[in-house]
């Protein structure tokens, strides 16, 4: 069965801090992505990566960077933790085709 | 960038009913996906849709890509307690690369 895994379901950090979101999948996919989840506003897209070592701006890049060291994880951060930043975070990866696999989730509560 | 326009916003239904709620977007798309979102969850991928027209069904949920390609609709038929959850509509496209575009998500309630 097919798995992305996210390091933490819940995190607490405080202002200023900087935070390491982990994303780990087993389907060997080229794609991977991660989302912010905001009531009303749906999943927007924060950064995205094709392959090992690439990344790409989604629609809402700023205070946050990634990185993809190895092609099953794809980590992103949160350089200085603002509460804006307080919000559901969804990593997904993608093969071939069009079908996005999501991990569970983190709730970030920036403090 | 490209927009959906998912409604409605939320549904408070009876156990039994069926649902429809619908996803609009300013230009067309090749590809409509509908996902749902179990709480606590992330989202799951329920349909596919490759075809303008094209009706497709996955247990007592059918879904439809408009013929404009520019809409699609979800219904469930005899909905029930595990209906619950957020069901987003998605168009996948080409963009500088393959995305998927989100709608803001129909909330749904199911009262047993």
């Known amino acids: 069965d097919v798995k992305v895994t996210q390091s933490s379901r819940y995190l607490v950090k405080r202002t200023g801090e900087k935070v390491f979101l982990e994303c780990v999948q087993d389907m060997d996919h080229e794609n991977m992505f991660w989302y912010r989840q905001d009531p009303g506003l749906g999943l927007r897209l924060i950064y995205f990566?094709?392959?090992?070592?690439?990344?790409e701006k989604g629609d809402i890049p700023e205070g946050y960077s990634v990185s993809r060291e190895k092609k099953e994880r794809f980590s992103l951060i949160l350089e200085s933790a603002s509460t804006n930043q307080t919000s559901m975070y969804l990593c997904a990866s993608r093969g071939t085709n069009e079908k996005l696999f999501f991990g569970s989730g983190t709730q970030l509560s920036v403090l | 960038g490209q927009q959906l326009n998912q409604s409605p916003q939320s549904m408070f239904i009876q156990e039994g009913e069926d649902v429809s709620m619908n996803c609009t977007s300013s230009s067309i798309f090749n590809t409509w996906l509908w996902y749902k979102q179990d709480p606590g969850e992330g989202p799951v991928l329920l349909i596919a849709l490759y075809k303008a027209g094209e009706l497709t069904s996955n247990g007592r949920l059918t879904a439809q890509f408009g013929i404009t390609r520019k809409d699609s609709f979800l219904n469930i038929s005899a909905s029930i307690p595990s209906d619950v959850g957020i069901y987003f509509c998605a168009g996948f496209e080409w963009a500088g690369g393959f995305k998927t575009i989100f709608g803001a998500g129909t909330r749904l309630f199911v009262k047993a």
């Open positions: 990566s094709y392959d090992v070592k690439m990344k």
